[in-house]
Structures are given as C-alpha cells and as structure tokens.
T-cell receptor, first 112, second 114 residues
Framework: DQQVKQNSPSLSVQEGRISILNCDYT??????FLWYKKYPAEGPTFLIS?????DKNEDGRFTVFLNKSAKHLSLHIVPSQPGDSAVYFC???????????FGSGTQLTVLP | GAVVSQHPSRVICKSGTSVKIECRSL??????MFWYRQFPKQSLMLMAT?????????EQGVEKDKFLINHASLTLSTLTVTSAHPEDSSFYIC??????????FGDGTRLSIL
C-alpha cells in the first residue's frame, strides 16, 4: 500500500510559467514533508520542506503548500526554468530525522 | 557543497564478488543513516536504517545477511553487498540528517554485476 502518492508521472510546462507538482499521503502519523529533485544517476537534492504545523513554506522560486485535512501537498515553482527539468520526489516522515517514505516521482519538463 | 559523500559512484564486478559502499556525513554527526535502493524508473525504496553503535534495522524483504550494514562512527556507515549476483544490480543511495537539517543524500552508487 503506497503511503505517499504522486499520481502524475510527468508534467510539461512552458518556461516562465508556473509548475505545480502534487502529492497525496495516507498515513496521518506523517508530520514532516519534503521535496527532492533528482537527476539520473545522482542522489536526490533537497529542495524544500514543511512541517505539519504550517500550511505554507516559501524559498525563492519554490513554495510548498500543505493541506493536512486533505492529506495533500503541492510544490509550486515559479517562474519555471529549463534547468528545473528533473524528477521531483515527494517524501514524508514521522519525525524530523526519521526514515523517509517516497512517492513515485514526477518527471518535470520545462520547455524553452 | 555536498554534506553527504558516497563512494564509490560506480562499481562493475563479477558475480560472487562482495562490494562495499561507504556513506559519510561531512559537516555533521549522524547517529542514524538510511540506505535506499532504486530500480529504473521507480521510486527510492528504503532498505535499512543504520544505527551508530548498534544493529541496523532492515525493512521487510531485505536480507540482512546479504546486505551487511556497519555504522561504526557518527560520520560513517557502510553497506556491503555480499556475494553479489546480477539481480543485485541497482542504484544504491544513502542519506543522513540531524536535528538541524533535513536528510541529505549521497550521489548514489551504480552497482553492475556481470
């Protein structure tokens, strides 16, 4: 049973527009949520995180929104750049340093 | 700069060989590190939790005698794939974090068993 789901395997966006990546989770024990960016044959790179006491966290072009009642979070990238093209993984954990449960990833392609 | 270093990045070896992968936290001490495995076009699957000074905790379905984990210091965990076979070929990634920062990942090790 997948506890963290990313239902869109791929997303294409025009350069300069907003990219919205979605993630749903089922385990109500998760309290920390993270987004990672990954290129082929490399480890994931941390982008941004949010704890369950917040509903929004912003860092430059990246904003993560959390809707705890709906068990849904999203990552907004604006403006999107071609260099943002990568696989984006949503991850969740019960504690700040606990093991991560990953979604299946979304391949983002930003078209020039 | 990288806060978690993983070595080697690529290993190609014959079936039956044992392979050791190292994971180091560079700027912080990690009492816990995690080992993941990723198959092509799939997500990262947690294999085991490496605990400094004690036995690792393995996820269901992961053979502890096959994948030996040693976490001898607060900055180093090793994963040894013993008597590797072609089905062990995969991308192995470690991660570490502490109370001051989220988990960071190494660059991964591409293991190819011939």
């Amino acid at each position: 049973d997948q506890q963290v789901k990313q239902n869109s395997p791929s997303l294409s966006v025009q350069e300069g527009r907003i990219s919205i990546l979605n993630c749903d989770y089922t385990n109500s024990m998760f309290d920390y949520f993270l987004w990672y960016k990954k290129y082929p044959a490399e480890g994931p790179t941390f982008l941004i995180s949010i704890s369950s006491i917040k509903d929004k966290n912003e860092d430059g072009r990246f904003t993560v929104f959390l809707n705890k009642s709906a068990k849904h979070l999203s990552l907004h990238i604006v403006p999107s750049q071609p260099g943002d093209s990568a696989v984006y993984f949503c991850a969740a954990s019960k504690t700040p340093t606990g093991q991560l449960t990953f979604g299946s990833g979304t391949q983002l392609t930003v078209l020039p | 700069g990288a806060v978690v270093s993983q070595h080697p990045s690529r290993v190609i070896c014959k079936s039956g060989t044992s392979v050791k992968i190292e994971c180091r936290s560079l700027d912080f001490q990690a009492t816990t590190m995690f080992w993941y495995r990723q198959f092509p076009k799939q997500s990262l699957m947690l294999m085991a939790t490496s605990n400094e000074g004690s036995k690792a905790t393995y996820e269901q379905g992961v053979e502890k005698d096959k994948f030996l984990i040693n976490h001898a210091s607060l900055t180093l965990s090793t994963l040894t794939v013993t008597s590797a076979h072609p089905e062990d070929s995969s991308f192995y990634i470690c991660s570490a974090g502490d109370s001051n920062q989220p988990q960071h990942f190494g660059d991964g090790t591409r293991l190819s068993i011939l």
